[in-house]
């Protein structure tokens, strides 16, 4: 039920701002100074890890160019700090009954998410892919909160998003703390895609937040093995210890 009402909200637009109250513009969360406020990734950084410059033409920086993702892009709108993880932490984990329907929360991260598909290089894909919580955490929480942005890109694009179409075989422990290294072992083969699965060529892989990015790759392997070819990663935010601190002022520490 309350699964329901949650699916009938997500349609639902606050009249005002979702941060202070103020007037905003049709279908905006926020007004435009709480918006102009939040942490937002400067634009001419590399399109896989938001770190360092972007080569010529809005290339891959060096090092993930020697790297050879599965990604042919990560990108997020905003950096994960301040409001932005408040508004992201509410909408991961709504309180208990009625006030965990607080429409505001998610209509503010649908709309990061949105930035970041428009920042997104490339066609429209076929298909919107959220990055699965193991199924043990999925009840426990009892939705995907990269469910609900897939399916919001997805219905803004008028392609289609496939909540199934990764599983996660391993409940990996947090990412937070490891080192880089570290958290590429913890998820490696941690995704597959559903039996018999045949993406189309042009996939989005979302996700709320990214950090190192490690796990979206791992993620994205699993959608090349079941045939996808360009995978764009397409999240809210990304923290900040994946952004460089030389990138420019909105990203300074
Ligand atoms: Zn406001
Ligand atoms: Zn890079």
Redesign the pocket.
Known sequence: MLDLLRGLLELALPAACAACGAGVEEGAALCRRCDAALPRIPRN????????PATDNAG??????GASSPLAACVAAVAFAGDVETWIRRFKYPRRGIAGLDPAPGAVVRALVREAGARAPGPPPALVVPVPLHPRRLRARGFNPAAILARALARDLRSRSDPVALRRLRDTPSQTGLQRRERQRNVRRAFVARDGLRLPARVWLVDDVVTTGSTLAEAARALRRAGARTIVGVCAARTRAAISSDAGPPCRR
Do not use: D, G, V
């Open positions: 950084l590399c399109p896989l890890c938001q770190s360092a891959p920086c060096r090092a993930c160019a």
